[in-house]
């Protein structure tokens, strides 16, 4: 396994539609001294501020939250195909009560600050620039409260720059 830095612009092919909402993503933060991953098909990436950056979402209750929000960095690792076992266990299990690494096979590599996995075929490495709850209060269409939300459970939406990206050859 070989790890090759791209420059992110040069995804032609990327999707980010079908990519986050078919194929899912592990959000990862953490680093050697411990980490947690959760499994997102909710998210986005573009450019604000100027930066190329990736979005994601984490409900209060996610244990990957503690360590998103302890951390300068997080990982988005898009899985090669025939991992999404995987995935589902990992957005189905939580960190706090199984070693999901262990349990899946995902094989955890550190780099730039994070982790990231040896399954993964990209990889971006986030800095965070920005983290705000989701208040309800600025929801224009309030049904997407009651069918997205019944526990009240909003999430945090982290905004990170995509410092560096790298494709698993």
């Not at 090759?4 to 040069?10: A, C, N, Q, T």
């Not at 986005?44 to 990957?64: D, E, F």
């Not at 076992?85 to 899946?104: I, M, P, Q, W, Y």
Request: net charge negative.
């Amino acid at each position: 396994m070989a790890l090759k830095e791209i420059d992110i612009k040069s995804l032609e092919n990327l999707n980010p539609f079908s990519k986050i909402a078919d194929e899912w993503f592990l959000v990862t933060a953490g680093d050697e001294s411990g980490f947690n991953t959760m499994t997102a098909s909710w998210g986005s990436l573009g450019t604000m501020w100027g930066k190329s950056v990736a979005v994601t979402v984490i409900r209060p209750q996610r244990y990957t939250k503690e360590f998103i929000d302890k951390s300068d960095y997080f990982s988005i690792s898009f899985l090669k195909d025939g991992n999404k076992d995987k995935l589902n266990f990992c957005g189905t299990k939580s960190g706090r009560d199984f070693d999901k690494a262990k349990e899946t096979g995902l094989v955890p590599m550190f780099v730039n600050n994070t982790t990231t996995f040896e399954q993964a075929e990209l990889i971006l490495i986030c800095r965070k620039v920005f983290a705000q709850d989701i208040d309800p209060e600025c929801f224009l269409d309030k049904t997407l409260i009651d069918r997205w939300y019944p526990e009240k459970d909003f999430h945090t939406a982290y905004v990170g720059e995509v410092v560096k990206a790298y494709q698993n050859i």
